[in-house]
């Protein structure tokens, strides 16, 4: 049984509260990046964690805490949320220093089926800016952008 954490973007988790619903729910049917895993294996879900914040171009091992939270629990693999890898301008530094302190912990860079990358980061930032007249949730555009699973 693959042992697994997921780290995902606060501006999603936190900032816009998405909850991981979707990333749980492919989880659990072995869809999108969960595929690669054995469809009769059932999946351990170790620990998710909200990245910290942006790190500024100075300290990209920030992110090391978070981490750390789930490694220390003898991860099998460590997937990166759609939403981290969609909008998160430091994954590249993030990959560099994770594989620096964790040379031997896989890290896979998605949770559930992807979305166009490009409609998903103009429904985020609606959600962060809020521009429109009537306000809308992550919930509103979970439903509309992504696939719900059953
Ligand atoms: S990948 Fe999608 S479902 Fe998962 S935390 Fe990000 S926005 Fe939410
Ligand atoms: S640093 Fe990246 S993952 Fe963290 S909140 Fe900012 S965009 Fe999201």
Redesign the pocket.
């Known amino acids: 049984m693959a042992r697994i954490g997921i780290l995902?973007?606060s501006n999603?988790?936190q900032e816009t509260n998405?909850a991981?619903?979707?990333?749980l729910g492919d989880m659990r049917k072995h869809r999108g990046f969960f595929e690669r895993y054995p469809k009769e294996e059932p999946l351990d879900l170790i620990g998710i964690i909200n990245c910290a914040g942006c790190p500024t171009i100075a300290a990209p091992e920030k992110i090391l805490r978070r981490v750390e939270a789930l490694a220390d629990f003898r991860l099998d693999a460590l997937h990166f949320?759609?939403?981290?890898t969609a909008l998160c301008p430091f994954l590249k530094q993030y990959q560099k220093v994770i594989t620096l302190k964790y040379p031997d912990l896989e890290m896979v860079m998605g949770?559930?089926k992807p979305v166009d990358k490009e409609e998903f980061q103009r429904g985020v930032k609606e959600l962060l800016c809020q521009t429109i007249s009537k306000p809308q949730t992550?919930n509103d555009m979970?439903k509309n952008t992504?696939e719900l699973p059953d």
């Open positions: 995902t973007c999603c988790t998405c991981s619903v979707v990333c949320s759609f939403c981290m949770t559930h992550m979970v992504l």
